[in-house]
């Protein structure tokens, strides 16, 4: 199986920071790799498809990167609703794997 | 819009049955893969099975291989988990998710149902 590790496990960030978390395979995964966020009590929602992606209705600040096994996401100019828990998962092989969480606090 | 409607979470003893329901509408269903993801309380995500858009192809994680069971009805929009001989460390909320794209395996979830708890416990 393929091990997402995801640094670092909580962050503390300002509104109108720029905030980076990264994920990494313990193997090569090429672009298959997602990001989400959640917030408590409510289901994922994705962000990033294909390392770089932007999904549907979601906002310009969040970008991802990477390829292979070292995959970075980007939240620009933090805004109050982005203070969640963030998850990348692999698509290269099943069985599809998430790293363990972002949790993104405010300061 | 698309929705899916997760039911059939609840109390079950150690070694017992239970099934799953996810309800979709506002999409073709069977044109898409469909997965299980679980989350134990407090903890992150875990991907549990998926199906492809007709049935004929499943994937499971190694920790319910052989004790869960993942099937659609393509008429009734409707995915299913049939889980037996559970374990406490089954116990979680139980999300169905929509592949984004119309792929035979799915790779990311671009859809999420509500989640269904279900607990484990003598």
């Known amino acids: 199986d393929i091990q997402m590790t995801q640094s670092p496990s909580s962050v503390s960030a300002s509104v109108g920071d720029r905030v980076t978390i990264t994920c990494r395979a313990s193997q090569g995964v090429s672009s298959w790799l997602a990001w989400y966020q959640q917030k408590p009590g409510k289901a994922p929602r994705l962000l990033i498809y294909?390392?770089?992606s932007l999904q549907s209705g979601v906002p310009l600040r969040f970008s991802g990167s990477g390829s292979g096994t070292d995959f970075t996401l980007t939240i620009n100019s933090l805004q109050p609703e982005d203070f969640a828990t963030y998850y990348c998962q692999q698509a290269n092989s099943f069985p599809r794997t998430f790293g363990q969480g972002t949790k993104l606090e405010i300061k | 819009e698309v929705q899916l409607l997760d039911s059939g979470g609840g109390l079950v003893q150690p070694g017992g049955s239970q099934r799953l329901s996810c309800a979709a509408s506002?999409?073709?269903?069977?044109?898409?893969?469909i997965s299980w993801v679980r989350q134990a309380p407090g903890k992150g995500l875990e991907w549990v099975s998926a199906v492809s858009g007709s049935g004929g192809t499943t994937y499971y994680a190694d920790s319910v291989k052989g004790r869960f069971t993942i099937s659609r009805d393509n008429s009734k929009n409707t995915l299913y988990l049939q889980m037996n001989s559970l374990r406490v460390e089954d116990a979680a909320i139980y999300y169905c998710?929509?592949?984004?794209?119309?792929?035979?395996?799915?790779?990311?979830?671009?859809?999420w149902g509500q989640g269904t708890l279900v607990t484990v416990s003598s």
């Open positions: 506002g999409f073709i269903f069977s044109s898409y893969a």
């Open positions: 294909a390392a770089s």
């Open positions: 998710a929509k592949s984004r794209e119309a792929a035979v395996a799915g790779n990311w979830f671009d859809s």
